[in-house]
């Protein structure tokens, strides 16, 4: 990125562009542990919009930011707004890999602000949508989130399976950060009703996971370890 004006545009890397860049910065600055150059990262990349982007291009990167923005409690509220410019650049699209990520992040932060009813209808949607485009690890990231709706109507038993549905499906899917996020909200049903020996088992697991595909500084290997 430093470099990259300095670079003639016939010298710079095929089928790669700044914005492209910025999210991809972006990405590997929040698994890494740094939310605030995350969200930076995230931000440049929606400045460099305009009405020659692509609509799914477009929404890729309104997406990102919303999930950027709910890695820290102080930028939470512009989470929503973020998602809700993605939502509406693919709200009347056909079912594809980018609309079944924002229908599944969507759901998260739908769920996260109390609208559980739009949460739960954008989870399954996100599910249809990623079976249909083949994107397992969104299909995994919305299962979470209906686990969680499902574990505070007292179904524990099915939030239970829903989680382990989404471990098996990111870990098919590559999706790492999905799988420790599945594997931190599956120890938490054990730990919320004292039954300490298997959220203990839980907890380690996704902590040897996490140290397995080098996600130690991850926002949940972290939560994994506090907790």
Known sequence: LRIWDAVPAEDRPEGLDEPQLLGEASYFAGTSGDPERSIAYARSAVKSLDDQTPVLRAAKMWRRLAMTLMSLESTWEES??????????????EASTVRAWVLATRATIMRGTGRTKEALVSAEQAVLDARAAGVTGAEADALVTMSGLAYNNG?????????????????QGDALNVELRARYFLALTYDDQADIEAAISCYTEGIDRAAETGLTWSSFDIELWAQ
Do not use: Y
């Not at 929503?80 to 699209?93: C, F, N, P, Q, S």
């Not at 524990?156 to 499906?169: F, H």
């Open 80 to 93: 929503i707004e973020a998602i809700g410019h993605a939502w509406d650049l693919v709200r009347d699209t």
């Open 155 to 171: 179904k524990t038993s099915e939030s239970r399976d829903l989680l382990r549905e989404a471990i098996r499906k990111a870990v």
